[in-house]
């Protein structure tokens, strides 16, 4: 069974953001770029599952830039045995249902037995990537997984997820959609020897339009804005003074 891995190149997570100062979007220049913590989460799982033995190959998929390389050889010298980059040039942001038509048209050529990518990213958050190429492919989906297993008889996958009430257990028939929970594994470290045999691996490269995808937006990004700055705390001296504060300035009781 083939699996395949969705990453992406975002801002790195210890970077304070800024957001530029015609408020169009985020500063992204001079600025530290590394894989999503979510897809790392997801490519180590995948890893896992090849070392087990229940699947032949991990191939990572990434898009945008061609910076986006790099992110791909990290994801290369991490395990994957090869990658694709769907090189996206242009200003205009790949958004969420845009990579979900790009992912599905790879997953129609590639055919693998299972994707797998993180829940989210954290640039924007948006968590829907994962759920709409499920809906466009027709395959069954387990998101936020904290546990995954695979049955190669069956052809089954068992997926542990959290929900507000606890866990919640899905049984899957493969092909399949897993999007990854940070407590799904620990991600592991590219040692130096896998950091020049990536050098080697092959990334393929093609584009929208060799996919036969056609990329367009119905969303505007109108303004980029900080959120506002948190007041500074004050010292009460006694219990009476809090409930007093908490009464008559903040009013919550």
Avoid at 175 to 201: C, E, F, G, H
Wanted: with cysteine.
């Amino acid at each position: 069974m083939k699996i395949m891995v969705a990453i992406k190149r975002v801002v790195d997570y210890a970077v304070k953001v800024r957001v530029k100062p015609d408020k169009s979007g985020v500063e992204m220049k001079n600025v530290k770029m590394s894989m999503n913590p979510f897809c790392e989460i997801a490519l180590e799982e995948a890893l896992r599952i090849r070392e087990a033995g229940l699947a032949s190959e991990v191939v990572a998929v990434s898009m945008g830039p061609a910076q986006c390389v790099d992110t791909l050889r990290t994801g290369l010298a991490m395990g994957a045995d090869r990658a694709i980059h769907v090189e996206w040039s242009s200003a205009e942001r790949l958004y969420p249902l845009n990579v979900a038509k790009l992912l599905k048209a790879l997953i129609d050529d590639e055919k693998p037995g299972l994707l797998i990518l993180g829940k989210q990213a954290i640039d924007d958050d948006c968590n829907q990537t994962g759920q709409m190429v499920a809906g466009l492919l027709n395959w069954p989906q387990g998101t936020f997984a904290s546990k995954v297993v695979l049955d190669k008889e069956k052809q089954t996958a068992t997926v542990d997820r959290e929900v507000d009430g606890g866990i919640e257990t899905l049984c899957l028939d493969l092909p399949a959609v897993i999007t990854t929970d940070l407590r799904l594994n620990q991600p592991r470290y590219a040692t130096l020897p896998n950091i020049m045999k990536a050098k080697s691996k092959p990334i393929k490269k093609v584009t929208p339009e060799d996919l036969n995808v056609q990329i367009r937006s119905d969303m505007e990004v109108v303004e980029v804005s900080e959120p506002p700055k948190r007041k500074a705390g004050v010292i009460l001296s006694s219990v009476d003074e809090l409930i007093d504060k908490l009464k008559n300035e903040a009013r919550v009781i």
